[in-house]
């Protein structure tokens, strides 16, 4: 798979997640969880290419996979995801939480989801 269609599969399972917990279906949501995770792990696997191919997702057009993609890119790209992940934090919801403990995470160094 190509990585311009690998950051297609995780910005639309992340979407699908959201929409999926939005509905109380947690089991439609951890197997789109699952595959967005798998389609970022393929990414990361391809090294510094693979992290430039999601950094077009911190401009996607849903909050949710900005977040998901800031997330997963603060070590690589620090300041490009902290605004993300600090615009998205100043809202209310599940969103701006995942984004607000992405951002606890980093400053305490407990932050692992890229090791490089």
């Known amino acids: 798979m ?3 269609k690998l950051v297609e599969q995780v910005a639309l399972h ?3 997640q959201t929409d999926a917990i939005w509905k109380g279906d ?3 949501g951890n ?3 699952r595959k967005y995770g798998a389609a970022i792990d393929q990414l990361l696997a391809h090294g510094d290419p693979g992290r430039d191919a999601l950094l077009v ?3 996607h057009e849903r909050m949710d996979v900005r977040v998901m993609a800031a997330a997963h890119l603060l070590r690589y790209r620090t300041a490009e995801a902290r605004t993300v992940l600090e615009e998205a934090a100043k809202g209310q919801g599940l969103v701006p939480f995942e ?3 992405a951002l606890k995470r980093w400053d305490e160094g407990t932050w692992a989801l890229d090791p490089g």
Do not use: M, N, Y
């Open 14 to 16: 992340v979407a699908a």
């Open 31 to 33: 197997k789109h969880a």
């Open 2 to 4: 190509t990585l311009e």
């Open 26 to 28: 947690a089991k439609t």
């Open 57 to 59: 997702l911190l401009k």
């Open 99 to 101: 984004a607000s403990e």
